[in-house]
């Protein structure tokens, strides 16, 4: 019975070091730091939530999208149902054909999906030097090791790229960065938010905040899943041991 | 069953009770186990979040004279939403002394008089009604009529004559201001 | 299907007119099953639990998904977000996938090591290899569902396989697409399958087990029953010995669902599909990878055939070899117990799989691509010298009188192990 766990341990282990081993190709080690979800009684730091929810929008929505979030699951980030409304009336929408026939702007609603900044691909290049701003509903899931490089990348900036690397007009050195050479104008500073809560606005501190936010946006789930999650294995463990009681019961017998 | 294949055997009563005692716990915490397994697939096919954040419905009454009628779509299915003619108020009203398959006053049905506000799926077996339109049929109550079965409502939106029945339901609305509501 | 007997007169009517209850009693209670199988032989259960898992799941997010390119992506994020348990009807069945091929190739490399494909079972043996290659297609065609980067440019790199083919290759690829390149026409006929082909499955399953119920389970000794002392009724034995597979089998499965869910997955798949970008590493699904290794293997065109169209044959060659195993593995001895040199160059032979998975999911650069062409050379190796030339030359270890010897030999002779059978014979 051992043998027959260590060797199923030890399938899982070949089968996943080849997608886990991929996912650490970046030639550049992301900064370390711990989040309130990881591991099994992980959760979303709802104080976190909230603060990341006002980074993301008073500084990343002003280029990103998060065309899969609607503005009613906010009311899990902790606002109430006016402040709700009200954010999503901050930009309007195409609806219609209205009884003229014509289409109209409205303003966005409740029920609506994030509304973003520009109205497709193209037009966000034109306005950001030819540089594409990702929709960010699920960049955490979608970078290897999502949480810890989007928190490395927003503090990953140098003021001059090293010796040697030839840095395009227009363009950033972020250590983190595939190529090194991004499009985005490094986005915080120490004290680029003012919370509402009081926390002191370090860099550090705004990175990750946001970063929990995003890991929200992507991940609405994992606290539903999380702790259903431990109800079920508790559940099954108790079975599996009843079951093994009774094979070995009913087996006791043959030799 | 689980035991027929070692009744040959001389156990003794103990080793017995012991088996039993686990078969049976083990058979109900599986069977429970197996039964909540169930409940997301049944479950998933409830109305989803984003179906029901949608289930409000704005109108704006303003363009809408006495004698005319508006469809409106809520929760996937129409609205009649008619500004009665006092001449229809009164019918309306009189007719809560008649006869009725599913007794109703006027009053009960209506938040404003003037504003009759139904779903318009007939409650037999869920046609839409006729009665909308100025050229439409009314039935013999001047309310809607119903063409698959051929039931008659009146300017209430209660059945009178036909298969139908139940009156047609009035949906929840509230009216947010004094020309717009609110349906859901 | 004689020993079926009830008093409930209902069932008796009903047994008569279709003899249901006599064929359950015959082959899943009464089914007499070699009574020293070991846990190797729990995985054959639990890949159709999965199988079944896998049907559920999918036919209920079948209810939300939108088989259209502009569509997809977002139908699954809506299932992930908004439809009620949505997200763990979708984990568990992208993560029951990945649990499918490791309880399936388990019990293939169980099969190898006690020699289960050896007469009388090489029907049953051939239906197995045909589940695979059904599995592999419909877990292809599955992952293009979802319609992110890896869903297209996999789809994209497999389809373009058959392009090796001389002559018709074009037409076969512009065929398989529905157009001049993986759109909206392949998405309907890849999810049309998808939904087609678990039946499919499950077709060639009940298949598989009836061929199982007529030639019967082999076990860890290899050798044939001889008498009732040497099997015991699958009901309760078995049943109950699978139920408790089942329970960690589940504890394991489960906690990928709930707590890694993505461990098995590609981030790159959580970017909408774009015709205009590949991503940087495409990569298939873990399970592909040691066959993805062998395509890649290739890389001098010999003579008039192409490294292309060598690499198409090797790989689809390596799972054809699989048919031919009865008879390339001439030795009379099935268990690997008993055959010395055969057992070492099994778990060579696994460890080269591994290898080749390793390759298939690195980059094709450096000193890997030597490393992939030796393990897909051994590969072909193992079947088609190595066995044949080890069933001439190796000496079997003497194999037990019967099921039950070496239990009497043992001393322990307890008294279940004659009151048993006796009540079966």
Same mark, same amino acid.
């Given at each position: 019975?051992?043998?027959?766990?260590?060797?199923?341990?030890? +399938?899982?282990?070949?089968?996943?070091? +080849?997608?886990?081993?991929?996912?650490?190709?970046?030639?550049?080690?992301?900064?370390?730091? @711990?989040?309130?979800?990881?591991?099994?009684?992980?959760?979303?730091?709802?104080?976190?939530?909230?603060?990341?929810?006002?980074?993301?929008? $008073?500084?990343?929505?002003?280029?990103?999208?998060?065309?899969?979030?609607?503005?009613?699951?906010?009311?899990?980030?902790?606002?109430?149902?006016?402040?709700?409304?009200?954010?999503?009336?901050?930009?309007?929408?195409?609806?219609?054909?209205?009884?003229?026939?014509?289409?109209?702007?409205?303003?966005?609603?409740?029920?609506?999906?994030?509304?973003?900044?520009?109205?497709?691909?193209?037009?966000?290049?034109?306005?950001?030097?030819?540089?594409?701003?990702?929709?960010?509903?699920?960049?955490?899931?979608?970078?290897?090791?999502?949480?810890?490089?989007?928190?490395?990348?927003?503090?990953?900036?140098?003021?001059?790229?090293?010796?040697?690397?030839?840095?395009?007009?227009?363009?950033?050195?972020?250590?983190?960065?595939?190529?090194?050479?991004?499009?985005?104008?490094?986005?915080?500073?120490?004290?680029?938010?003012?919370?509402?809560?009081?926390?002191?606005?370090?860099?550090?501190?705004?990175?990750?905040?946001?970063?929990?936010?995003?890991?929200?946006?992507? $991940?609405?789930?994992?606290?539903?899943?999380?702790?259903?999650?431990?109800?079920?294995?508790?559940?099954?463990?108790?079975?599996?041991?009843?079951?093994? +009681?009774?094979?070995?019961?009913?087996?006791? @017998?043959?030799? | 069953?689980?035991?027929?294949?070692?009744?040959?055997?001389?156990?003794?009563?103990?080793?017995?009770?012991? %088996?039993?005692?686990?078969?049976?716990?083990?058979?109900?915490?599986?069977?429970?186990?197996?039964?909540?397994?169930?409940?997301?697939?049944?479950?998933?096919?409830?109305?989803?979040?984003?179906?029901?954040?949608?289930?409000?419905?704005?109108?704006?009454?303003?363009?809408?004279?006495?004698?005319?009628?508006?469809?409106?779509?809520? %929760?996937?299915?129409?609205?009649?939403? %008619?500004?009665?003619?006092?001449?229809?108020?009164?019918?309306?009203?009189?007719?809560?002394?008649?006869?009725?398959?599913?007794?109703?006053?006027?009053?009960?049905?209506?938040?404003?008089?003037?504003?009759?506000?139904?779903?318009?799926?007939?409650?037999?077996?869920?046609?839409?009604?006729?009665?909308?339109?100025?050229?439409?049929?009314?039935?013999?109550?001047?309310?809607?009529?119903?063409?698959?079965?051929?039931?008659?409502?009146?300017?209430?939106?209660?059945? %009178?004559?036909?298969?139908?029945?139940?009156?047609?339901?009035?949906?929840?609305?509230?009216?947010?201001?004094?020309?717009?509501?609110?349906?859901? | 299907?004689?020993?079926?007997?009830?008093?409930?007169?209902?069932?008796?009517?009903?047994?008569?007119?279709?003899?249901?209850?006599?064929?359950?009693?015959?082959?899943?209670?009464?089914? /007499?099953?070699?009574?020293?199988?070991?846990?190797?032989? &729990?995985?054959?259960?639990?890949?159709?639990?999965?199988?079944?898992?896998?049907?559920?799941?999918?036919?209920?997010?079948?209810? &939300?998904?939108?088989?259209?390119?502009?569509?997809?992506?977002?139908?699954?994020?809506?299932?992930?977000?908004?439809?009620?348990?949505?997200?763990?009807?979708?984990?568990?069945?992208?993560?029951?996938?990945?649990?499918?091929?490791?309880?399936?190739?388990?019990?293939?490399?169980?099969?190898?090591?006690?020699?289960?494909?050896?007469?009388?079972?090489?029907?049953?043996?051939?239906?197995?290899?045909?589940?695979?290659?059904?599995?592999?297609?419909?877990?292809?065609?599955?992952?293009?569902?979802?319609?992110?980067?890896?869903?297209?440019?996999?789809?994209?790199?497999?389809?373009?396989?058959?392009?090796?083919?001389?002559?018709?290759?074009?037409?076969?690829?512009?065929?398989?697409?529905?157009?001049?390149?993986?759109?909206?026409?392949?998405?309907?006929?890849?999810?049309?399958?998808?939904?087609?082909?678990?039946?499919?499955?499950?077709?060639?399953?009940?298949?598989?087990?009836?061929?199982?119920?007529?030639?019967?389970?082999?076990?860890?000794?290899?050798?044939?029953?001889?008498?009732?002392?040497?099997?015991?009724?699958?009901?309760?034995?078995?049943?109950?010995?699978?139920?408790?597979?089942?329970?960690?089998?589940?504890?394991?499965?489960?906690?990928?669902?709930?707590?890694?869910? &993505?461990?098995?997955?590609? /981030?790159?798949?959580?970017?909408?599909?774009?015709?205009?970008?590949?991503?940087?590493?495409?990569?298939?699904?873990?399970?592909?990878?040691?066959?993805?290794?062998?395509?890649?293997?290739?890389?001098?065109?010999?003579?008039?055939?192409?490294?292309?169209?060598?690499?198409?044959?090797?790989?689809?060659?390596?799972?054809?070899?699989?048919?031919?195993?009865?008879?390339?593995?001439?030795?009379?001895?099935?268990?690997?117990?008993?055959?010395?040199?055969?057992?070492?160059?099994?778990?060579?032979?696994?460890?080269?799989?591994?290898?080749?998975?390793?390759?298939?999911?690195?980059?094709?650069?450096?000193?890997?691509?030597?490393?992939?062409?030796?393990?897909?050379?051994?590969?072909?190796?193992?079947?088609?010298?190595?066995?044949?030339?080890?069933?001439?030359?190796?000496?079997?270890?003497?194999?037990?009188?019967?099921?039950?010897?070496?239990?009497?030999?043992?001393?322990?002779?307890?008294?279940?192990?004659?009151?048993?059978?006796?009540?079966?014979?």
């Amino acid at each position: 019975m051992r043998k027959l766990i260590l060797t199923v341990a030890a +399938a899982v282990l070949v089968a996943g070091a +080849a997608p886990a081993a991929q996912a650490s190709g970046g030639s550049v080690e992301l900064l370390k730091t @711990d989040f309130s979800w990881d591991g099994l009684f992980g959760r979303y730091d709802r104080a976190a939530l909230k603060r990341g929810y006002q980074v993301f929008h $008073e500084v990343c929505s002003n280029c990103h999208g998060l065309r899969l979030v609607a503005y009613r699951n906010l009311a899990y980030v902790g606002l109430n149902e006016d402040q709700i409304k009200e954010v999503a009336a901050e930009r309007e929408v195409q609806d219609g054909p209205n009884d003229e026939g014509q289409m109209f702007m409205r303003a966005g609603r409740a029920a609506d999906k994030f509304i973003s900044p520009f109205a497709n691909d193209n037009a966000a290049r034109a306005a950001n030097n030819g540089a594409l701003p990702p929709d960010l509903s699920l960049i955490n899931k979608a970078r290897p090791n999502g949480p810890h490089y989007v928190y490395s990348l927003l503090q990953g900036y140098e003021e001059t790229a090293p010796e040697g690397h030839a840095l395009p007009e227009g363009m950033y050195y972020n250590k983190y960065f595939p190529g090194h050479n991004i499009g985005m104008v490094p986005p915080i500073a120490d004290d680029s938010v003012t919370y509402a809560d009081g926390t002191k606005a370090t860099q550090q501190q705004i990175a990750h905040d946001v970063v929990t936010f995003l890991n929200w946006a992507a $991940e609405p789930e994992l606290d539903d899943r999380k702790s259903m999650g431990l109800k079920t294995l508790i559940f099954l463990l108790v079975l599996t041991g009843l079951m093994y +009681a009774l094979k070995r019961q009913i087996w006791k @017998d043959v030799h | 069953m689980a035991d027929q294949a070692l009744h040959a055997q001389p156990a003794s009563t103990d080793g017995q009770t012991r %088996r039993d005692f686990l078969l049976y716990a083990t058979t109900a915490v599986g069977v429970v186990g197996t039964g909540l397994a169930l409940w997301p697939f049944v479950h998933s096919m409830n109305p989803a979040a984003d179906t029901l954040a949608l289930s409000t419905t704005n109108v704006d009454l303003g363009a809408i004279q006495p004698g005319q009628s508006v469809t409106v779509v809520w %929760r996937g299915k129409p609205v009649f939403v %008619r500004r009665r003619t006092p001449d229809e108020i009164a019918t309306a009203t009189k007719d809560d002394g008649a006869e009725l398959r599913d007794p109703s006053k006027d009053a009960d049905r209506v938040k404003k008089p003037e504003w009759l506000i139904v779903v318009g799926v007939c409650t037999h077996l869920g046609c839409v009604p006729l009665g909308q339109k100025p050229a439409d049929p009314k039935g013999e109550f001047g309310g809607w009529f119903c063409p698959c079965h051929g039931s008659h409502y009146d300017t209430s939106g209660r059945i %009178r004559k036909g298969p139908a029945p139940a009156n047609l339901p009035v949906p929840p609305y509230e009216f947010t201001s004094d020309t717009t509501i609110r349906i859901g | 299907m004689s020993g079926f007997k009830t008093d409930n007169k209902v069932i008796a009517w009903f047994d008569e007119r279709l003899p249901i209850f006599s064929m359950l009693q015959h082959s899943a209670v009464e089914y /007499p099953t070699p009574k020293n199988l070991n846990y190797w032989w &729990n995985f054959g259960s639990l890949a159709g639990l999965v199988m079944v898992i896998m049907i559920m799941t999918g036919i209920f997010l079948v209810m &939300n998904y939108t088989p259209h390119t502009t569509l997809a992506f977002d139908s699954v994020e809506r299932i992930m977000r908004d439809v009620n348990y949505g997200w763990l009807l979708r984990y568990v069945h992208m993560n029951g996938a990945s649990m499918f091929f490791i309880l399936v190739y388990i019990h293939m490399f169980r099969g190898l090591y006690y020699g289960s494909y050896k007469s009388p079972r090489e029907v049953l043996w051939w239906l197995g290899v045909i589940i695979l290659l059904v599995m592999m297609a419909t877990a292809f065609m599955g992952y293009v569902l979802v319609w992110g980067q890896m869903s297209f440019w996999g789809a994209t790199v497999i389809t373009n396989l058959f392009s090796a083919f001389p002559i018709v290759g074009e037409a076969i690829v512009t065929w398989l697409w529905g157009g001049f390149s993986v759109d909206n026409p392949t998405l309907n006929r890849f999810f049309s399958l998808h939904y087609l082909m678990p039946f499919v499955l499950f077709a060639v399953v009940f298949l598989h087990v009836w061929a199982l119920h007529t030639s019967k389970s082999n076990n860890p000794l290899g050798i044939d029953v001889k008498s009732p002392q040497d099997t015991i009724p699958f009901h309760p034995y078995y049943t109950i010995k699978d139920l408790f597979g089942v329970g960690v089998f589940m504890v394991f499965f489960l906690y990928f669902v709930f707590f890694a869910p &993505n461990f098995f997955g590609e /981030p790159d798949n959580y970017i909408p599909a774009n015709p205009m970008v590949t991503p940087p590493h495409i990569v298939p699904e873990w399970y592909f990878l040691p066959f993805y290794a062998i395509l890649r293997a290739f890389t001098q065109d010999i003579l008039f055939i192409p490294a292309k169209l060598q690499g198409v044959i090797a790989m689809f060659a390596a799972i054809i070899v699989l048919f031919f195993l009865p008879w390339l593995d001439g030795s009379k001895v099935r268990s690997a117990t008993f055959r010395p040199l055969y057992k070492q160059f099994f778990w060579l032979f696994l460890a080269d799989c591994v290898v080749l998975g390793y390759v298939g999911g690195k980059p094709a650069e450096g000193v890997l691509i030597t490393i992939g062409q030796l393990a897909t050379a051994y590969y072909f190796f193992h079947f088609l010298v190595l066995l044949p030339i080890l069933a001439r030359i190796e000496k079997p270890k003497p194999l037990p009188a019967s099921i039950s010897a070496p239990v009497l030999k043992g001393g322990g002779m307890a008294a279940g192990a004659t009151a048993q059978p006796m009540e079966k014979a």
